[in-house]
């Protein structure tokens, strides 16, 4: 899923001022939606690209994951606790509120394949690859 991308001096700004703001710098669009942005780890295999993402906290019928114009979407959001009468916050270093990532798929995934499962606080999203149709080979016949 890698790509050539024109550099572009004013993207070091915005990197660098979302990068300030305690957020990932490969989605700036996204950091502009969003009060915070799970990280992700993304990783193919023969059969399939994987997506990894870090939702801790968060109850995971609560997250949103949809297909659309070829552009693999997860929303959601992460409520700040209630602290009861008398407690003083000291550091609040965790984000919460609303997020949204978004992923352009690949030409070769098979949004049919695509399949999500949770476990730990961790959302793992599979994303099937499309068989490739090989060219199939016609004899032919000399006279």
């Given at each position: 899923?890698?790509?050539?991308?024109?550099?572009?001096?004013?993207?070091?700004?915005?990197?660098?001022?979302?990068?300030?703001?305690?957020?990932?710098?490969?989605?700036?669009?996204?950091?502009?939606?969003?009060?915070w942005l799970p990280p992700?780890?993304?990783?193919?295999?023969?059969?399939?690209?994987?997506?990894?993402?870090?939702l801790p906290a968060i109850?995971?019928?609560?997250?949103?994951?949809?297909?659309?114009?070829?552009?693999?979407?997860?929303?959601?959001?992460?409520?700040?606790?209630?602290?009861?009468?008398?407690?003083?916050?000291?550091?609040?270093?965790?984000?919460?509120?609303?997020?949204?990532?978004?992923?352009?798929?690949?030409?070769?995934?098979?949004?049919?394949?695509?399949?999500?499962?949770?476990?730990?606080?961790?959302?793992?999203l599979t994303l099937a690859?499309?068989?490739?149709?090989?060219?199939?080979?016609?004899?032919?016949?000399?006279?």
């Amino acid at each position: 899923m890698s790509s050539v991308t024109r550099w572009n001096p004013f993207r070091e700004f915005d990197d660098l001022f979302v990068n300030l703001a305690g957020l990932p710098t490969n989605d700036t669009r996204a950091a502009a939606r969003s009060e915070w942005l799970p990280p992700v780890d993304i990783s193919e295999s023969a059969e399939a690209y994987l997506i990894e993402m870090e939702l801790p906290a968060i109850d995971m019928k609560d997250i949103n994951v949809q297909v659309k114009d070829g552009v693999l979407t997860v929303n959601g959001e992460r409520n700040r606790t209630v602290q009861g009468e008398g407690v003083t916050r000291h550091r609040l270093e965790r984000r919460y509120g609303s997020f949204s990532r978004s992923f352009r798929l690949p030409e070769d995934v098979q949004v049919e394949g695509i399949s999500a499962k949770a476990k730990n606080g961790v959302l793992a999203l599979t994303l099937a690859k499309r068989e490739e149709v090989t060219p199939q080979r016609i004899e032919v016949e000399v006279h």
